[in-house]
Structures are given as structure tokens and as C-alpha cells.
């Protein structure tokens, strides 16, 4: 069985917020900070912190759960945040990447 993952990426706190949904969240957090799709909204506007997560067990469950929160209004959205982490702490700071082999892999 697989866990997958509603998340909330930022640039700072309180600034510009992506919501996406993974069953790799490892994976999908360092593709954001690595920019491995350039012209993505997080590349953009430089999204590269993991603000925000919750594990589902099901993936329809999670799509349904992203849907959900992207039509939400900023403020509840702020409040989901700061609710589990309120300093917009990096959630993924001291996951340990090897991002070396991991731009290879991706070539």
C-alpha cells in the first residue's frame, strides 16, 4: 500500500504558495529545489520550501483532497500552514538528498 501526499511549497513565509500532490514526496520535493522542470511554476517564483504536508492513503482521496485546497482563499490556506508549522520552517531542511546522482539520473 502507498501513501501519498497533498503539499504546500513556498518561496518564504507568507509569500508565493504551490499545492501539489505525490506518492514520493522525496522525489517531488527535490525536483522543486533542483528546478528539474525550469519553466514550472515553482522554478518560476522560486518555491523550493516544503511548507506544508499531509499523508492519504488513497490516491483519489489525495487528487480530491489538492482540489479542494487550491479553491480555498488565501488566508484559510495561510491558516493550514502556520496551524502545523508557523514559522514556515522547511519541512524537507534536513532530508538528505544526493543531488548529484540524482541530475545524472534525470539527463
Not at 518561496?11 to 525550469?38: A, F, S
Not at 482521496?61 to 489538492?66: D, G, H, L, S, V
Not at 502556520?82 to 514559522?87: A, G, K, L, T
Amino acid at each position: 500500500m502507498s501513501v501519498w501526499y497533498v503539499y504546500i511549497m513556498a518561496n518564504k513565509p507568507k509569500g508565493v504558495i504551490y499545492i501539489g500532490v505525490t506518492d514520493n514526496i522525496e522525489e517531488r520535493v527535490k525536483e522543486h529545489k533542483l528546478k528539474l522542470y525550469p519553466n514550472s511554476f515553482t522554478a518560476r517564483y522560486n518555491c523550493n520550501k516544503l511548507v506544508y504536508f499531509e499523508e492519504i492513503l488513497k490516491a483519489v482521496q489525495a487528487n480530491e483532497r489538492e482540489r479542494q485546497m487550491k479553491k480555498w482563499k488565501r488566508n484559510w490556506k495561510t491558516k493550514l500552514i502556520e496551524d502545523m508549522n508557523p514559522s514556515w520552517m522547511d519541512l524537507s531542511m534536513n532530508w538528505n538528498f544526493n543531488t548529484n546522482k540524482f541530475r545524472h539520473e534525470k539527463r
